[in-house]
């Protein structure tokens, strides 16, 4: 059996390969075992990996909101778009809640030319500047050149003292951040050049997944219960998280819900973010 994927490519149904996607979602053993077994008899041959992933989220939605929100995570932060302006937020927030000073859209004199740092963090005295790459296609790619021409602004900065968050350092390293995939001349470059690269699923332990996953910091875009209409106004308003409803629910107001949809969207977030913290470490 085959699947289309989303640049038309025929490949090998993987039937482990989808059952290990369905264990991201925070499901048990027995309930992806449940979910597999409810989609097997809507997969056929040739079937389109969005159809497949539509399938996934639409079972696993049944058993819990959490579990749907989880699962389509990569696409939550695609809903951060049309624009960069919100992902640029949003990693800023995940910066916190890792443990970093951040602030956003800060301009610095390098060298040769003024740069615009999108996101400037610092923890234990080091400064990083951070640069953010929002892509809204389903498999983008960062290719080589970028991390090549963010190297090219770092080395114009890197000699010069900068005073943030009531400090004043030189870098210590620049990261550029994207929730794109990262192509194999990409990592090599920045491995080589100690250029720090955090995509969707690089690396293994500092990936843009595993810091979502492992500190809860799940954008507004992943909950279920709301459409994307209410997602952007909760945007607009400053509600980039769905920890940000729990702690102020006075979000919900500017959009009019009836009480029954409040008290299922707040248990969804609740459920969502009811997973284990691990520490992150970012070097």
């Not at 400090?167 to 194999?184: C, D």
């Not at 500190?215 to 920890?243: H, R, S």
Request: contains cysteine; glycine residues 4%; charged residues 25%.
């Amino acid at each position: 059996m085959k699947v289309t994927k989303f640049n038309g490519e025929l490949v090998d149904y993987n039937p482990k390969a989808l059952k290990i996607s369905l264990t991201k979602s925070g499901a048990t053993k027995d309930e992806v075992e449940e979910v597999f077994d409810l989609m097997t008899p809507d997969i056929f041959d040739g079937i389109k990996t969005q159809d497949l992933y539509t399938l996934a989220f639409e079972n696993l939605k049944k058993y819990r909101s959490s579990y749907a929100a989880r699962y389509s995570l990569k696409k939550a932060l695609r809903d951060l778009g049309p624009e960069g302006y919100y992902f640029e937020k949003y990693i800023k927030r995940l910066m916190i809640s890792a443990g970093f000073n951040a602030i956003n859209s800060q301009t610095v004199q390098g060298t040769a030319v003024t740069h615009e740092i999108d996101v400037v963090t610092e923890k234990d005295g080091k400064l990083y500047f951070c640069e953010c790459k929002f892509r809204n296609d389903v498999d983008a790619k960062i290719s080589v050149t970028t991390p090549m021409y963010f190297m090219s602004r770092m080395i114009d900065v890197c000699d010069h003292e900068y005073t943030f968050f009531n400090k004043t350092l030189k870098p210590t390293k620049g990261f550029l951040i994207t929730n794109a995939y990262l192509t194999s001349d990409s990592v090599n470059w920045a491995a080589h050049y100690n250029v720090g690269m955090i995509s969707w699923n690089f690396p293994e332990k500092m990936s843009l997944k595993y810091l979502i996953d492992n500190l809860a910091i799940y954008p507004i875009t992943c909950l279920t219960t709301l459409n994307e209409e209410q997602q952007k106004e909760l945007m607009k308003e400053g509600c980039l998280l769905v920890q940000d409803i729990i702690e102020k629910e006075d979000y919900l107001l500017s959009l009019h819900l009836e009480d029954s949809l409040v008290a299922q969207l707040v248990e969804e977030a609740k459920e969502l973010l009811a997973i284990e913290r691990l520490e992150c470490i970012i070097e």
